[in-house]
């Protein structure tokens, strides 16, 4: 009898210390960054960054290189060949030409046609086929529909989804979620004047790698770990950001000399009330499981830094979201303003498909979801 109740004492011990290991060897891989994805470059980096070289062009005598010119009409010079693209779409996939027609009419933005084509364009099975057409559009439109005639071909789309990862029951949750979030994004986005659409292409990425990741670890690790470790070291809220991010975020909104500082019109956006504790504080900020604002908040000040580095080095990332989630999703250290930024980060697979964190980012971005909720800017 003692000798069943001591084998059943060290099979009830092995198990615990099994237990406590799992959990530190969770905290640990977490702290020192070893369940990070490894950051690769998106082989369409080239075609991203030649875009936007385009639009600049496009845009830097009408609206100072942004991306949604002042004009408002767009019956310009290249209507033509812009309605020729509009129909090369809608032969390939008019489930997406009409909502790329949708935004073409409501912004009267050229770029931000060919940044919603680009979109497109690397999601279809024979992207070089249909970059060829796009480009005799420019060369020479011929006699293409008229936008009346092309509202009317697209009524009822026969096509898909090109973008499938909308189409499943992670997209559904996620986008319930940040649209019951809106106003709080509408008010962060006020306080930093950053696009609400821009920050919400990164949290919309961070919710989906967490999904498609990390799903088993987090139910099976990180959760006990919010009770049991240092929680302060862990990546929290909807934007899965670090502590060490959130201070490094905290001491650029200070550093006049730093190049990520934004300005002194954000310095006291993530003050502290006095004598708080600055760790119990941060950890409770950005684990608020009610209230999201302090998440949006920081994530949106990340961008605003990185974006103010940029912008000091001669390059604007306003309308580069693939840059900017690239750089949230890398790190501070691995913002190095060039003419040439590449596009990367963590790699996810959504049902076979290989996406790059700042790839999919420009995906929402331009594929025109969410639109009525949070607009092209």
């Not at 940040?178 to 919710?207: G, M, W, Y």
């Amino acid at each position: 009898m003692k000798k069943i109740l001591l084998w059943t004492l060290k099979i009830i011990l092995a198990i615990f210390l099994a237990f406590i290991l799992i959990l530190a060897t969770g905290f640990f891989a977490v702290r020192f960054g070893l369940t990070n994805v490894a950051g690769e470059e998106d082989a369409d980096s080239f075609k991203y960054n030649q875009t936007a070289k385009k639009i600049e062009v496009i845009t830097a005598i009408n609206n100072n290189g942004a991306g949604l010119p002042i004009i408002n009409s767009i019956y310009g010079p290249n209507e033509t060949n812009n309605r020729c693209k509009l129909a090369v779409a809608g032969s390939y996939n008019d489930y997406i030409a009409s909502i790329i027609l949708k935004a073409y009419l409501d912004s009267h933005s050229e770029a931000l046609l060919d940044k919603m084509l680009l979109a497109m364009e690397l999601r279809l099975p024979d992207p070089q086929i249909f970059e060829a057409e796009l480009s005799i559009c420019e060369k020479s439109a011929g006699n293409p529909p008229t936008l009346e005639e092309l509202t009317s071909s697209f009524v009822s789309p026969k096509d898909k989804n090109l973008y499938t990862w909308q189409d499943g029951e992670p997209w559904k949750i996620i986008k319930e979620a940040i649209i019951k979030d809106r106003s709080i994004i509408n008010d962060v986005s006020l306080k930093t004047d950053i696009q609400p659409r821009l920050l919400v292409s990164v949290a919309i990425v961070e919710q989906i790698r967490l999904y498609y990741t990390q799903r088993e670890l987090f139910e099976k690790v990180f959760k006990p770990l919010k009770i049991l470790a240092n929680a302060n070291k862990m990546a929290w809220g909807v934007m899965s950001i670090k502590e060490k991010t959130a201070i490094q975020t905290e001491d650029y909104l200070k550093d006049e000399k730093s190049p990520f500082y934004p300005g002194d019109k954000y310095k006291n956006l993530l003050d502290f009330p006095s004598g708080a504790d600055k760790d119990k504080e941060r950890y409770n900020r950005l684990t608020d499981e009610h209230n999201h604002y302090y998440s949006y908040l920081y994530g949106a000040l990340i961008i605003k830094e990185v974006q103010a580095q940029w912008e000091k080095a001669g390059y604007s990332m306003k309308y580069r979201p693939e840059i900017i989630a690239t750089l949230f999703n890398t790190g501070f250290n691995n913002s190095k303003p060039k003419e040439n930024p590449i596009v990367g980060g963590s790699t996810i697979d959504i049902d076979g498909a290989k996406y790059f964190f700042g790839s999919l980012a420009y995906e929402f971005y331009y594929s025109g979801e969410l639109v009525n909720e949070f607009a092209f800017q």
